[in-house]
C-alpha cells in the first residue's frame, strides 16, 4: 500500500512562510485523492486542503487565501504552501491519503511539526 513522509515543518514567525512535502512510495501515486491534516495540542484532528487526482483543491477557511496545497505525480509528491502563517497556525501536519473511500484502509504520514512564534 501507499506509504507517506512529510517533511519540511520548522520554527516560523507570524507572517512568515513554510513549505510542506509529503513524499509517497509503495504504490500508484497518481490515481489518489490527498489531504493535508493539522492537529494542535488539546484540539481536534482538522482537515485544511485537499486535492483530488485531477488537481481540484478545497481549503478550510481558516487556511484559504494563505495555504495552497498542490502535487507533483511525477516525484510522487503532494505540497503545502503556507503563507502569511499565524500562531494558531501551529500543529503537527500530517499528510493523508483517503483509501477507505475506496474500499481500502486510509493511510497517514507520521507528521511534521509547524510552530509560528515570534
Known amino acids: 500500500q501507499l506509504q507517506l513522509l512529510e517533511s519540511g515543518g520548522g520554527l516560523v514567525q507570524p507572517g512568515g512562510s513554510l513549505r510542506l512535502s509529503c513524499a509517497a512510495s509503495?504504490?500508484?501515486?497518481?490515481?489518489?485523492?490527498l489531504d493535508w491534516y493539522r492537529q494542535a495540542p488539546g484540539k481536534q484532528r482538522e482537515l485544511v486542503a485537499t486535492i483530488t487526482s485531477g488537481g481540484s483543491t478545497n481549503y478550510a477557511y481558516s487556511v484559504k487565501g494563505r495555504f495552497t496545497i498542490s502535487r507533483d505525480n511525477a516525484k510522487n509528491t503532494v505540497y503545502l504552501q503556507m503563507n502569511s502563517l499565524k500562531p494558531e497556525d501551529t500543529a503537527v501536519y500530517y499528510c493523508?491519503?483517503?483509501?477507505?473511500?475506496?474500499?481500502?484502509?486510509?493511510?497517514w504520514g507520521q507528521g511534521t511539526q509547524v510552530t509560528i512564534s515570534s
Open positions: 509503495g504504490s500508484i501515486f497518481s490515481i489518489y485523492p
Open positions: 493523508h491519503a483517503p483509501l477507505s473511500t475506496y474500499g481500502g484502509t486510509d493511510i
